[in-house]
């Protein structure tokens, strides 16, 4: 069984730190795309970071850019979202998600793998 599950969430103040970490299961995610999405209350899910199979390329949201960094370890089957410099409208439910259709960093419907998610709350 496929599976892919968050962890690191929970209360950070602003301009605090929290790590999320995703751990893979059911099969190898070598070759995946791996993205980072977060959703808050009363909207949408929206991209936030993204890194290739190789680790050699990431891409951000520009709202998140220079403040999270997303990393991968392969050998481990695990993904990785470090957060600095958090806000409040940093607030939501992140989620993991996995695709090997590397044309569509970023969309939802092309991650065919998602968590269930971890929830990050940033008090002001």
């Known amino acids: 069984q496929v599976q892919l599950v968050e962890s690191g969430g929970g209360l950070a103040q602003a301009g605090g730190s929290l790590r999320l970490s995703c751990a893979a299961s059911g099969r190898t995610f070598r070759r995946d795309e791996m993205g980072w999405f977060r959703q808050a209350p009363g909207k949408e899910r929206e991209f936030v970071a993204a890194i290739s199979w190789s680790g050699g390329s990431t891409n951000y949201a520009a709202s998140v850019k220079g403040r999270f960094t997303i990393s991968r370890d392969n050998a481990k089957n695990a993904v990785y979202l470090q957060m600095n410099s958090l806000k409040p409208e940093d607030t939501a439910v992140y989620y993991c998600?996995?695709?090997?259709?590397?044309?569509?960093?970023?969309?939802?419907?092309?991650?065919?793998?998602w968590g269930q998610g971890t929830q990050v709350t940033v008090s002001s």
């Open positions: 998600a996995a695709t090997r259709d590397y044309s569509s960093t970023g969309y939802p419907p092309s991650y065919r793998y």
